[in-house]
């Protein structure tokens, strides 16, 4: 079983910054990618941002230029930096891995239980 812990959510206002963290722990043998997922009430579930453990990135067009995402490897971690924050922001963040438990598992997608921004106007 692989488990996602959410951290680094709160209340900011406009303009202000925050911090997303989401450490995988559990039967890792291998991470394919983890990413940052987001909704709010009356919104379809937006892709945020993902990121494989190359490096390779995709950021959603609605925040691009104020979200960055990144990984450290080391401690399974995806950290999303969140930048110039508006009101149309706030939403439930929710982590998300594709992970492989063996050399034999195909993987399998992970989801940790969501974390509340909330952006003050």
């Known amino acids: 079983q692989v488990h996602l812990v959410e951290s680094g959510g709160g209340l900011v206002q406009t303009g202000g910054s925050l911090r997303l963290s989401c450490a995988a722990s559990?039967?890792?043998?291998?991470?394919?990618?983890m990413a940052w997922y987001r909704q709010a009430p009356g919104v379809q579930r937006e892709l945020v941002a993902r990121?494989?453990?190359?490096?390779?990135?995709y950021v959603a067009t609605s925040v691009n230029g104020r979200f960055t995402i990144s990984l450290d490897n080391a401690k399974n971690t995806v950290y999303l930096q969140m930048n110039s924050l508006k009101a149309e922001d706030t939403a439930i963040y929710r982590c998300?891995?594709?992970?492989?438990?063996?050399?034999?598992?195909?993987?399998?997608?992970?989801w940790g239980r969501g974390s509340q921004v909330t952006v003050s106007s």
């Open positions: 998300n891995a594709d992970v492989a438990e063996s050399r034999w598992d195909p993987g399998t997608t992970y």
């Open positions: 559990g039967r890792i043998f291998r991470l394919d990618a």
């Open positions: 990121i494989s453990p190359e490096g390779r990135t």
